[in-house]
């Protein structure tokens, strides 16, 4: 075990011994494995596949591989990265990810591996299955939305003798982890405090448990102030006297996008010197004057309008951009994807807290917008070409990425910028 | 009650089929029981249940009927035959009647492609099904008769051998002959005679047999394991099922070879649950060699060894046919295929070394050392001596067994096999190569998606049945010129969704992703966009897949792809802003059946 060794890391030779965990001797050594499952002194559960490396020419595993002499590692190459940011968009698609609304944003191990890799937005089309949210446990909830599959807590969480407290159940892609209720009670408080921190998303919480440090100041937003990944796409083609024009809407979103991006004050006179609003809520010219540079859309698709809404912005936009969360992904309002309609509707209209008595009308008429059956990221019904993610992005993150693309500049984000909640 | 002792886990699986076949499912109070007397949590025991689809929590019936939902049975009628079934028994897909006395289920390929369609009930056979045999079948069911007096033995169908002095399989074997040269060789020598004779893993990975050998070998152990691999589960198969209804006692003295050339102590065939129907004559032929002093204590060789046979039933997992997950099977565990820090044969069953090999490597040892190595080594060709067991199934007259020499010429076999108008021929599997025999379409393709591979013909045609070009696991589906690829390669797609095990997100997610997108292609909706978008996506499974099953899941996608081409551009239209797959009348058609129910209402 202690035998010296040399291995090579991305060109880079380093000096360990013999059979230490590659990720560790990497990240020693200043080089980043990103990994999920892997946890330290944990036994590695390669379920997570974004620590793959080449290993003299193989690909395997970063945290299953244990260093021997003159072993050839690639980490980063263009093929890997796109690898591992395909894994956690795949991640995002499969599960139920609603950062602004989940307790652990900030402390969440795949949000924060989404900043790094500057993911905007995934290249799957988002599943939206119905996933089981169990309270039943006495201290605990399972909240299989957020659930990854990583494995720690069915591997690490015992009860004193023995028993595990977690399991998968069923294959494929119905698997899902299970809490066992009578493990679960055998727990100790400390045990079950572990138990969420070892989560490396929202997926298990304690019931009644608050997070102490506010959003914004939590372990990632901290660790991630420096790092500013690049984003670079084509740029916009006017004629040189010509203004910028810019067109922005609000689908289903809350309008909170579009505040945040008058937050950016004064300097929208400065802005008005190169820009030209046209159909916008913020000149409410309500139909395309002219041919646009740039749209700017808030909010997903929930009804018929929205949907024509959007294609027109399409035909009449050379850059099509989703700015914040439910433009992105759906958002908060595709949280009603997981009901069936009728009940949303009775819900809204009928057997609300604020319904007035005896109601009994679902209102339907052909001018109200039909409602559709899910609500659907600006991306599934059209081209979408660039995405900034955030609920709301900051007003001076929405500027300057809308600067870059229209000025065709490369730009990078960072990670305190770069938001999803 | 109670034991004073935890059984061991292994026997885990053998408890919960118990118990699915006395009660035709696995109640809470089972699980609360059975939890207790392995020690072990409720939910624990519940992942494993669940894992296997075999196990159900709710009653399946008095008579389980299972109908394969392979390609080959699709294509065989299935789907009249499902039909036939619902009415017979009155209920529909995937549910029981309300008597309890029959339950309908979908599977995937049982293992007898050649005669289909055919479904098990009770797990024993049906073969060659039509819609008036299914209503007698179930009538005389209904009138007391057992399913397994009425049911079918399966046929071997043995369509191919070579000449006499060059078939090493089909034909007779006395019993104990390649035995007794265990008192002539020390086990080293066994090994190097299995290395000499350029054996490799019949199941379709080809890893040297002797070599494995001589790893497990060399790692010091107080046990070790061999293990047959009869999970035969790759669609299309069937070899391993007449193998062993053949011919048992090679497999079974190829499993006293291996345990003497690497000093095992235990052997355990894993069988497939549906071949449960061999099980009962398996267990009546280990109890004859047992008898004959070649199972059991000192056993005659020139070092004399203990060595003793068992019976692992699996329980539906098309995974556990991948050696480690056959181990964490073996274990009562879910059958969640390793992390590969360590290969079986340095820490495998119970942690120990153990040997895994297909039934067809096992059974080739004895007939190697009955004929003589360097007899052997005249057949077949330099890097794949020997013969190989093909089941062929499909667009074909003559479905059932060919045993080839290695190094035939793909047009030559084509010819057995009686095809009329080939047009797509799938080996080894859905994770295995999608040959295309349409010669126009093929011409310009020179290397194949799959790097290891390249093709050595320009035409397909001409490529030889070898390890110097196509191998092959033991399946061959044939399909000819009205068959379409898109569904040829969906229900490929469907079947590795069904089967990935979960626990890795590219081969659980990804295929899943892959699926609706083709999916979308099927629909009409796909863009050229599309495809590359799957090739792309295939590329991430594949490269960081943890198991062989997501590692190969795409093969035959890709390679549809690289030579139907005019199939796929057919299919695809021209990128567009606008995704076609999205219909506002479909998304709006809940919203409007909820609003015209209100105003029906109303008036």
Known sequence: MNKPITINIDGKNIKTFEGRNLVDVAKENGIFIPTLCYFRDMHPLATCRICTVNLNGRQTTGCTTKVTDGMEIEINTPELLDNRKAIIEMLYAEGNHFCPSCEKSGKCDMQNLGYDMGITVTRYSHVFSNKLVDFNPKRMIMESNRCILCKRCVEQVKTKDGQSVFSFVNRGVKTHVQIDYEQEEKLTESEAMKTMNLCPVGAILIKGMIQEEPFGERKYDIFGKQKSPVIQGPGVFKEPNEKFIVATTSLAGCFGCHMSLLDIDLEILDMLEVVEFNKSPLTDIKNFSKHCHVGLIEGGCANSENIHVLKEFRKKCDILISFGECAIMGGIPAMRNFVPLEECLEEAYLNSTTSELGANIIPGHPDIPKLLNNVYPCNEIVKIDYYIPGCPPNAQHIWKVVKSILLGEEFSIAHDEFKYD | MLQSKIPDRSHLMSVLWDIQRKKRCIEPEDITKISQVFDISKTELEGVISFYHFYHFKDVGKYTIYLNNSIVSEYSGRDEIRQAFEDAIGVGMGKVTSDKMFGLFDTPCIGLSDQEPACLINFKPFTHLNRQKVFDIINQIKSGKNPSEICDIPKSKIQYTPSAERTVFFKPYSWFTALKKLEEYPPDQIIDIVKQSKLAGRGGAFFPTGLKWQFCRQYESDIKYIVCNADEGEPGTFKDRVLLQEHPELVIEGMIFAAYAVGASQGTIYLRAEYMYLKEDLENLLEKYRSHGYLGKNIPAQKPFDFDIYIHLGAGAYVCGEETAMLNSMEGKRGEPGTKEFFPVQKGYKGK?????????????????????????????????????????????????????????????????????????????????????????????????????????????????????????????????????????????????????????????????????????????????????????????????????????????????????????????????????????????????IIKEINANYE
């Open chain 2, 353 to 593: 070394p153990t040997v895994v090999n297909n039934v067809e490597t096992l059974a080739t040892v004895p007939r190697i050392f009955e004929m003589g190595v360097e007899n052997w080594l005249k057949l077949g060709t330099t890097k794949t001596p020997g013969t190989k067991i093909l089941s062929v199934s499909g667009d074909c007259p003559n479905k059932g067994i060919y045993e080839i020499e290695w190094g035939m010429k793909f047009s030559e076999f084509l010819k057995l096999t009686g095809v009329e108008k080939p047009k797509i021929v799938q080996f080894s599997g859905p994770s295995g190569d999608c040959l295309s025999i349409s010669p126009n379409e093929s011409k310009t393709l020179r290397s194949s998606p799959r790097k290891s591979r390249d093709f050595l013909a320009d035409n397909e045609y001409d490529r030889v049945i070898s390890g110097e070009d196509i191998t092959c696991g033991g399946s061959v589906m044939i399909f000819n010129e009205t068959r379409d690829i898109l569904h040829i390669i969906k229900s490929f797609s469907d079947f590795f969704v069904a089967e990935s095990c979960g626990i890795c997100v590219p081969c659980r997610t990804g295929n899943f992703l892959l699926n609706k997108k083709l999916q979308k292609i099927i629909n009409g909706h796909g863009e050229k966009k599309d495809l590359e978008d799957i090739k792309s996506w295939s590329n991430i499974i594949r490269t960081s897949s943890r198991c062989g099953l997501g590692q190969m899941s795409n093969n035959s996608l890709l390679q549809a792809i690289a030579k139907f081409p005019d199939v796929f551009d057919k299919a695809l239209e021209e990128n567009s802003d606008y995704n076609p797959a999205f219909n506002m009348a479909n998304a709006t058609a809940e919203y409007d059946r």
